[in-house]
């Protein structure tokens, strides 16, 4: 999990009075999660932050479901998914169960006109293409290609992007992203072992005080509806925080890969983990180094997970016929494995330049009717 920070202006000790320059009191927030049972931040307000104005109607954005119980290899081309103007209008769930939504976006704009909070999920934002800022109360966090963005639940954000070419694989996970809890001591700090270290992580930075009243709009999502609040103060209106909960970045390219003389199963790739699935990553690596190594991975069943890759960059020596952006879905039961010919491709190779971010689900995954539309319909028929 995050470790302790503080930015801006608190009192020395929580709860106890804190005054502005006028007199008045500094709002105090407590974000906490787990019915404050687990991590937390104090945020210090100076307006309070529940001054309704007014509340639109609700919207629904529930994903429309096509095929329920899958039990085919799929594959879906994520470039293939039209670019929009919107940030939430660009984003387009492909594959979801209870605990999570895997979805695409290609969003032209920036957030100018409202702001967004996701209370139903944690986010975590791979940056494909583009680059710009994170906006939060906590301040904000650089990012681009090949960056991680983990954005709690219940934190109100605006994005500012650079230019229009933008491609983004987002996962709504409705369990806390945590660090892998093989790579954490018991005190949370990250392992010698581990393939990251806590100088990776990149906490927000810049914390900008908006003094400032009139309408905000907060488009807030809850039980797949987007329920506009507009506010009477601008959300960032924050002095100071301090606590262990808050949005930061991880770049792929800080990714330290595990290797060894004969083929690593996936778990050495992996980044975060809830309750319900992993992330891992894929990245430049050497191959394995025993004289009679066969680099390719081995055909495998996993029965306890569906498998999603996501493709980045590079050169998937395992597979043929790979684009850029694409997405694989291995459900939970079916054996896979190298495609034909790529195994005595992979003999006597040294190293690889692969980019890819995998998702394992405990639970099956269902697909969308956006899905059907970008799928590669005989995926299923290439091992032939």
């Not at 309704?52 to 529930?62: H, L």
């Not at 895997?102 to 680059?131: C, W």
């Not at 488009?219 to 924050?238: G, L, M, W």
Request: glycine letters at 6%.
């Amino acid at each position: 999990m995050p470790h302790y920070q503080l930015r801006g202006q608190v009192p020395p000790k929580r709860h106890t009075i804190f005054r502005q320059p006028d007199g008045r009191l500094y709002a105090e927030e407590l974000v906490s999660t787990e019915g404050f049972s687990d991590v937390y931040s104090l945020i210090y307000h100076v307006y309070p932050p529940t001054m309704v104005k007014r509340i639109g109607d609700p919207v629904d954005v529930a994903p429309r479901i096509a095929v329920a119980k899958n039990m085919q290899h799929r594959a879906f081309r994520g470039f293939a998914v039209d670019p929009a103007d919107d940030f939430l209008e660009s984003r387009i769930p492909v594959l979801v169960n209870n605990d999570v939504y895997i979805v695409l976006a290609a969003p032209r704009k920036s957030m100018t006109d409202y702001f967004y909070k996701n209370s139903q999920a944690d986010e975590m934002i791979f940056i494909h293409r583009g680059s710009g800022r994170l906006k939060t109360i906590y301040g904000t966090l650089e990012f681009s290609y090949g960056d991680h963005l983990i954005i709690p639940r219940g934190t109100i954000y605006k994005i500012e992007f650079d230019n229009e070419d933008n491609r983004l694989f987002i996962l709504e996970s409705f369990h806390p992203l945590r660090y892998p809890k093989r790579y954490v001591n018991k005190f949370g700090q990250l392992l010698e072992h581990a393939p990251y270290h806590e100088r990776d992580i990149r906490a927000p930075q810049q914390l900008e005080t908006f003094d400032e009243q009139g309408d905000f709009l907060v488009k807030i999502k809850r039980s797949d509806t987007i329920f506009p609040y507009v506010y009477a103060t601008h959300p960032f209106d924050a002095i100071g925080w301090d606590g262990n909960h808050y949005p930061y970045a991880f770049s792929i390219h800080q990714f330290e890969p595990i290797t060894g003389r004969v083929h690593q199963p996936p778990p050495v790739h992996q980044t975060f983990e809830t309750s319900a699935f992993v992330t891992c990553a894929f990245v430049p690596r050497l191959y394995d180094y025993h004289p009679q190594a066969i680099p390719a991975p081995y055909n495998h069943s996993n029965v306890d997970s569906d498998e999603v890759l996501y493709y980045v960059d590079g050169d998937f020596m395992s597979r043929n016929h790979i684009e850029h952006g694409m997405i694989t879905l291995h459900p939970i039961g079916i054996p896979h494995g190298p495609h034909p010919g790529a195994v005595e491709r992979s003999i006597g190779q040294t190293k690889t330049e692969e980019l890819a971010v995998m998702v394992d689900t405990f639970k099956p995954l269902m697909l969308t009717e956006q899905a059907m539309l970008i799928e590669s319909a005989d995926y299923h028929k290439s091992w032939m």
